[in-house]
C-alpha cells in the first residue's frame, strides 16, 4: 500500500513542482526549526474536547534539542501526545520523501501542501501533510498520521517568533472515536443509560496559546528531569 | 395507716391475639401499704404491672394511679414510680454508677453523684460502683434494681416478682431491704408474686388473681385469718361422721374424700366440739388436720398448675 | 428531658464496642486504599485514563490527596451503611433484647422522645463517622500526596475540577452524603422499633440497601417509575458535586427525597413505638 501511494506521489510529482521543489521548502523549514537550541514559553491551554470537562490551565512549556520536552503546570493539563517535536524529530532524520500536492490557502496565506512520507516502513509515522507557507517557511498546517494515534491535524498562528518558526498559537484537532469510558467502581452506577448515550461529536479540538517566550537561552539539562 | 388510694384499677383487661392474659383485675392500693399481688404462674400479674407502668395499653378497664391516668397525665405519674419488671436488666458494658447515672437523668428529679454513692451503699453495693454490670450475680443485678427504683424518691415502689432466682439469702436480703422502705422510707410498695409465704411475710394487704381475673382482695390478716380453717378429718366411718356433724353444725360445703375422710371449712373453736361430738357418737377419730383456708385454696390453684 | 436522653445515648453508643467497630473498620479500609495508592498509584489511575492516553498525555499532579479523597469516598459510601446500621439498628431492638427497654419505658419521658432521642443520637453517630471518614481521606490522603487538581471519571466522560475549586465541592458532599447516611440510620432505627432483637433489623436495612440499588441499576423499564423515588437512586449524589457544571436541580430533588425519607421513616418510629405494648 505505501509502495504504491510512493509511486503515486512519484507520477504526480512533475505535475506540481513549481519554484521549489517540496524537499527545499521542508529544508528551509527545518533549517528555521534547527535555529532554535531550545526555549521556555507560557501556554494557556484550552481544551475543547468531548467527554473531557477542563478549564482553561496555565503551563510552562520547555524545549531543548534534540528531543528534550517538558510541561509544567500548576494542575492538570491535557495536550495532544503528538504535536509539538514529534514532526520536528521526523524531518530531522530526513528519511522520507517530500512530494508539493498541491498550493492552498489556508488561514489566509498562500500554502504549499506537501505530502510527506516515511521511507521505512518501521516507524510510528504513516503519513504527514504538511501546508507550508514558503514566505515565511513555517508550517500552518499539518496534519500527522501515526500508527497507534490516528490522525492530528493542527493549525498553527504566527507571531513575533516566526523567524524560529515558534508559534504564537496551535489548534489541535483530534480525533476521539477511540475513547471509550472504563466501567469501573469510578463510574456513578445510577446514571441511566439514556443520559450515558449523550455524546456530542467526535472531534476535539485543544488550542495552546503560547506567550512570552525566551528562546536560545541556554536551558540547563536538570530542567528535564 | 392513710386509705387515700394511690393505686386503683378497675376491670382491667388485656388481649393478645387470641390469648386473653387480663380478662377482669380490680383492687385498689392505698398510701403506704405493701400490697402483695399474689397468683400462680400466668395468672396475668405481669401483664397488669406492665399496665400500671404504661408498658402496655390495656384493651379495656381503668387505670389510675396518684388519682391521674396515663393518657394526660404519664410523666407527672411515672416520676413518682419506682420500679423492677421480672428482672433487673442494665447496660452490660457499663458500670453500676453509670447505670444509675443513666436512668436517674431521665427521672425527674435532681439526683446527684452523691446521692448514687449512697444509694450503692445503702443496696450493699458500695465497693462495686465502679465495676461493669456484666460481672455482677443475679443478685447484685437485683440490689442495683431496688438502687434504681429508689434513686429518684419515688412515693410508689412496684416489684414483680423481685426474688425470683435469688438464692435463700438473697431472698431474705430483699426482704429486709423492702420491710426497711416500709419501716424507714414509708414507701408504698406493691409487690408481685407467686409464693404466698413471701407475701404474708411482709404485705399488709394483698390481691389474689388466677387466669386473668380477680380472685379475692383484702388485708392480709383478714385473709389469712387463723381461726378460719379448712378441716380434713380421718375416721373409720366417714358417712356416719358426715351425718353426725350435719346433724350438729349448719356446714354446707361438706366433701367427702373417700370411705374414711371428710373435709369441710370451720371456724377454729369449733373443732373441739366436733371431735368431742364425734367421739360421743362411737366414731373413732384417727386425725384431725387443721388447714388455713386461704392457703389451701391458694395452694389449690398452684397444685392444679401444676397438673395442668 | 429529650436532651438529657440524648446524652444518655451518647454515652450508651460511646460505651458499645460495636461503635468503634465500625470506626475501626473505616480506618483499616483507608489506610489499606492509601497504602495501595502509594504503592501503586499510577497504574490505578491509569485504568482510568488508558482510553484517552493513546492520543493525549496528562501532565501534572494528578494522583494527588483530593483524588485519593474522592477515590475513597467513592470505594466506601457503598459500606459506610453496614457499619451505621450495625449501630443504629440496635439503638431500640438492643434495648429490648437486653430488657433495659422497660427501664426506659417506665421512666417520666414520652415514647417519642425516646425515639428522638435515639435518632439524634443515631445522627451524630453517622456524622461523627462521616467527619472521620472526611478527615482520614481528606487531611491524611492530602498531608501524603499533597493536593491537585481532581479528575473524576462520570458516566460521560472526564471532569478535571481545579484544586481550588474542589474543598467547597467536597464540602457539599459529605453533606450530601450524610443525609443518605442518615437515612440509613433512620431506616434502621424505623426497621429497630418492630424488632425485638438488634440482628434483624441491621440486615434488614443492608438488604433494602442492596434490593433497591439492585432495583435501581437494572436497566428496566418498568422500574423507571419507582426508580427516582428510591432512597439509593440518591445515595450517590454527593458525587454530583463533582460534575461540571454541578447539576443543581438533580441534588435539590435528592435532597428532598432523601429528608422526605428521613422524615417518614422517624414518624413511622415514633408512632410504632407509642403504640408498642413492651413484653419483653
Not at chain 2, 387463723?226 to 380421718?234: C, H, S
Request: hydrophobic fraction near 45%; include cysteine; proline fraction near 3%.
Amino acid at each position: 500500500m505505501r509502495k504504491i501511494a510512493q509511486l503515486f506521489l512519484l507520477l504526480a510529482l512533475p505535475l506540481f513542482t513549481g519554484a521549489q521543489t517540496a524537499d527545499d521548502v521542508v529544508s528551509k523549514v527545518l533549517t528555521k526549526l534547527n535555529s532554535v537550541k531550545d526555549y521556555k514559553v507560557s501556554a494557556t491551554i484550552k481544551a475543547n474536547i468531548p467527554m473531557i470537562k477542563i478549564l482553561p490551565n496555565e503551563a510552562t512549556i520547555y524545549f531543548k534539542q534534540k528531543d528534550k520536552f517538558k510541561v509544567e503546570s500548576k494542575g492538570i493539563t491535557i495536550l495532544p501526545k503528538q504535536g509539538f517535536t514529534d514532526i520536528n524529530n521526523f524531518l530531522a532524520k530526513k528519511d522520507y520523501i517530500a512530494v508539493i500536492n498541491d498550493t492552498v490557502t489556508t488561514g489566509g496565506v498562500k500554502t504549499y501542501l506537501i505530502s510527506v512520507i516515511p521511507n521505512s516502513a518501521g516507524g510510528e509515522m504513516i503519513l504527514a501533510k504538511l501546508w507550508i507557507d514558503p514566505e515565511r517557511s513555517v508550517i500552518m498546517k499539518s496534519q500527522i498520521t501515526t500508527k497507534s494515534n490516528g490522525t492530528v491535524t493542527t493549525s498553527y498562528t504566527y507571531g513575533d517568533q516566526v523567524k524560529y518558526g515558534l508559534p504564537s498559537k496551535m489548534v489541535f484537532e483530534i480525533d476521539i472515536k477511540k475513547f471509550k469510558l472504563p466501567k469501573s467502581v469510578a463510574a456513578d452506577i445510577n446514571k441511566s443509560s439514556a443520559e450515558k448515550k449523550k455524546k456530542a461529536g467526535n472531534k476535539g479540538t485543544i488550542t495552546i496559546t503560547l506567550t512570552d517566550y525566551a528562546v536560545n537561552k541556554g536551558l540547563s539539562d536538570s530542567i528535564f528531569k | 395507716m392513710t386509705t387515700e388510694p394511690i393505686i386503683r384499677v378497675e376491670h382491667l383487661a388485656k388481649r393478645f391475639g387470641t390469648f386473653e392474659a387480663v380478662k377482669d383485675v380490680s383492687f385498689t392500693v392505698n398510701r403506704g401499704d405493701v400490697f402483695g399481688f399474689l397468683g400462680p404462674n400466668g395468672a396475668g400479674k405481669s401483664t397488669t404491672i406492665r399496665c400500671l407502668l404504661s408498658l402496655i395499653r390495656p384493651d379495656a378497664g381503668k387505670v389510675e394511679l396518684f388519682g391521674k391516668s396515663y393518657a394526660n397525665e404519664r410523666s407527672a405519674i411515672l416520676a413518682n414510680i419506682g420500679s423492677i419488671i421480672e428482672k433487673p436488666d442494665f447496660y452490660r458494658y457499663l458500670s453500676a454508677e453509670k447505670n444509675l447515672e443513666i436512668f436517674a437523668r431521665i427521672s425527674g428529679a435532681n439526683v446527684g453523684k452523691k446521692d448514687i454513692a449512697e444509694m450503692l451503699d445503702f443496696v450493699g453495693l458500695g465497693d462495686r460502683g465502679k465495676h461493669k454490670v456484666k460481672g455482677f450475680s443475679h443478685g447484685m443485678k437485683q440490689r442495683l434494681g431496688i438502687a434504681q427504683t429508689l434513686l429518684h424518691q419515688p412515693e410508689l415502689i412496684i416489684l414483680d416478682e423481685p426474688t425470683t432466682g435469688l438464692d435463700p439469702q438473697g431472698i431474705v436480703e430483699i426482704r429486709n431491704l423492702i420491710l426497711r422502705l416500709r419501716t424507714e422510707q414509708n414507701k408504698t410498695v406493691v409487690l408481685s408474686s407467686h409464693q404466698l409465704s413471701e407475701i404474708e411475710l411482709i404485705a399488709n394487704r394483698m390481691v389474689i388473681i388466677n387466669k386473668g381475673k380477680t380472685i379475692v382482695e383484702g388485708a392480709v390478716q383478714d385473709l389469712l385469718d387463723a381461726n378460719d380453717l379448712q378441716v380434713r378429718i380421718e375416721t373409720n366411718d366417714a358417712n356416719a361422721a358426715k351425718e353426725v356433724i350435719l346433724s350438729a353444725f349448719p356446714i354446707t360445703l361438706i366433701t367427702q374424700i373417700n370411705q374414711r375422710e371428710l373435709e369441710f371449712p370451720v371456724h377454729k373453736n369449733q373443732v373441739h366440739l366436733i371431735n368431742q361430738l364425734l367421739v360421743n357418737a362411737g366414731i373413732e377419730v384417727h386425725a384431725i388436720e387443721p388447714k388455713r383456708k386461704l392457703e389451701d385454696y391458694f395452694m389449690n390453684i398452684i397444685s392444679s398448675e401444676h397438673v395442668a | 428531658m429529650l436532651l438529657k436522653n440524648t446524652w444518655n445515648e451518647f454515652i450508651k453508643i460511646l460505651s458499645k464496642p460495636r461503635s468503634y467497630l465500625g470506626v475501626g473498620a473505616l480506618t483499616l479500609l483507608i489506610a489499606i486504599i492509601i497504602f495501595a495508592m502509594k504503592a501503586d498509584g499510577k497504574s490505578i489511575i491509569s485504568f482510568v485514563t488508558a482510553s484517552f492516553e493513546q492520543t493525549l498525555t496528562f501532565n501534572g499532579h494528578i494522583l494527588n490527596g483530593y483524588l485519593i479523597a474522592f477515590i475513597i469516598l467513592q470505594m466506601l459510601i457503598v459500606h459506610v451503611p453496614l457499619l451505621v446500621a450495625l449501630v443504629t439498628g440496635d439503638l431500640i431492638a438492643g434495648e429490648a433484647a437486653m430488657g433495659t427497654i422497660r427501664m426506659l419505658a417506665t421512666k417520666p419521658i414520652s415514647r417519642t422522645n425516646i425515639v428522638l432521642s435515639k435518632f439524634i443520637a443515631g445522627a451524630a453517630y453517622t456524622l461523627f463517622i462521616i467527619l472521620w471518614m472526611g478527615f482520614l481521606a481528606l487531611f491524611v490522603s492530602t498531608a501524603i500526596f499533597g493536593t491537585g487538581d481532581v479528575i473524576v471519571l462520570n458516566s460521560d466522560g472526564l471532569v478535571i475540577l481545579p484544586e481550588a475549586d474542589v474543598l467547597w465541592r467536597f464540602g457539599a458532599g459529605f453533606c450530601v452524603a450524610f443525609l443518605s447516611l442518615l437515612t440509613v440510620s433512620s431506616l434502621s432505627i424505623c426497621l429497630s422499633a418492630f424488632a425485638e432483637n438488634s440482628i434483624g433489623p441491621i440486615v434488614a436495612t443492608m438488604a433494602i440497601i442492596i434490593l433497591f440499588t439492585i432495583i435501581g441499576s437494572l436497566d428496566v423499564t418498568v422500574f423507571d417509575s419507582i426508580k427516582p423515588y428510591l432512597f439509593t437512586t440518591h445515595m450517590a449524589s454527593w458525587r454530583s458535586f463533582f460534575e461540571d457544571p454541578v447539576p443543581w436541580s438533580a441534588i435539590r430533588e435528592s435532597v428532598i427525597i432523601l429528608v422526605v425519607h428521613n422524615i417518614v421513616l422517624v414518624t413511622v418510629a415514633v408512632i410504632r413505638f407509642n403504640k408498642k405494648d413492651i413484653t419483653s
